[in-house]
């Protein structure tokens, strides 16, 4: 079982559509990232959170350390917008910490 | 504009060749990173460097190489012996390492695509 899960992995919208994306996770976790891949490959980092809430423009960000789960949101989706969606959790093994990145999700909205 | 470079784009070798992936950043990063990707699977860590002349192994590392001679440069080197060389490669960096505060964002290159045949 993969430590980070990510629903949907394919999400079609309407322009205008708000958007949910879900990430659970099953380990504690020290911090939270959510990236997003644009088509040609590169990754941008949208938000690092370890509790609470982040918004940034038309997008926000929350997590719910006890519930093991975070959610990204997209208010009035545009054409844009479409990308891969990164869900990466950071845990810690004694001194040690590492990224573990879910599978993503392809957002894909219609103009 | 500062950031991460990653070159070329697209790499084609032939099955028994070692190629060097290319990675540089103007952003003054201690920690830098390479990450696989290949289609359905998350990112997973090939190695890391979070200092000058140090780099350790990641959880995919066999068959690969890399050096960090100076701040700016980490090269990644795909050496005969990777079993399934083509993926998607990223490169990033962030200011610390992980092993130092979490707060620390990645910055991401826009990545190399590697085709073996």
């Known amino acids: 079982k993969n430590e980070v899960e990510q629903s949907p992995q394919n999400l079609t919208a309407q322009e205008g559509e708000f958007i949910t994306i879900n990430c659970s996770y099953s380990v504690g976790i020290s911090a939270l990232h959510w990236l997003q891949q644009h088509p040609g490959g590169g990754i941008v980092s949208l938000f690092m959170?370890?509790?609470g809430k982040k918004k940034h423009g038309r997008l926000v960000a929350t997590i719910n350390i006890q519930e093991k789960h975070s959610s990204l949101h997209i208010t009035a989706s545009h054409p844009r917008d479409s990308a891969v969606y990164i869900c990466a959790v950071l845990v810690s093994s004694g001194s040690a910490r590492q990224l573990t990145f879910g599978s993503g999700t392809q957002l894909t909205v219609l103009p | 504009d500062g950031g991460i470079t990653q070159s070329p784009k697209y790499l084609f070798r032939k099955e028994g060749q070692n190629v060097t992936l290319s990675c540089e950043q103007n952003?003054?990063?201690?920690?830098m990173y390479w990450y696989r990707q290949d289609p359905g699977q998350g990112l997973r860590l090939i190695y890391y460097s979070q200092i000058v002349n140090d780099f350790q192994k990641g959880d995919i590392a066999e068959g690969y190489s890399v050096s960090r001679e100076k701040k700016e440069s980490f090269p990644l080197t795909v050496t005969s012996a990777q079993k399934n060389p083509t993926a998607f490669y990223l490169c990033?960096?962030?200011?610390?390492?992980?092993?130092?505060?979490?707060?620390?964002?990645?910055?991401f290159g826009n990545g190399t695509r590697l085709t073996v045949t």
């Open positions: 952003l003054n990063h201690d920690a």
């Open positions: 959170l370890s509790s």
């Open positions: 990033a960096s962030s200011t610390r390492g992980l092993g130092g505060s979490y707060n620390s964002p990645l910055h």
